[in-house]
């Protein structure tokens, strides 16, 4: 049989225990970078403008979306007015009027509440769990 170190908590043959520390970093690494990677991967391209006009007005004039502009800036707020070629937005932070070209758009989304929904859950869950422990 292989020989043993102990780490603390378990006994683990010395290999074993440098190819689990390995793969916890890496698991580690990868989940740290996965955001930084795929914000790398893909330039932000924007889509038709058509497309995002489209999108627009079937959200509506007082709906609440957040918006990604090509220079990468966020912006969030409820849309004030709908025209041909731009939208305006009140904004959510300071309540100032942004009017945004349908041109300089890469995404206009709907932010549902269901992330944080789901991350309540989680939050629940994991304080049922230590609770118990």
Known sequence: MGSYKSNGM???????QA????????????????????GYAKESQPPDPSVVAGQVKKFGVGK???VKLVGGEKLSGHIREISGDSFT??????GGERAIP?????????PSPIFWILVGAALVIVIIVA???
């Open 10 to 16: 378990a006994c683990i043959p010395g290999s074993a």
């Open 19 to 38: 190819l689990r520390k390995g793969l916890v970093y890496l698991l580690a690494v990868a989940l740290m970078g996965a955001d930084t990677v795929s």
């Open 64 to 66: 609440s979306v957040k």
């Open 89 to 94: 937005i009140t904004l959510s932070k300071g």
């Open 102 to 110: 349908y041109a300089q758009v890469v995404e206009v989304k709907d």
């Open 131 to 133: 609770a118990r422990h």
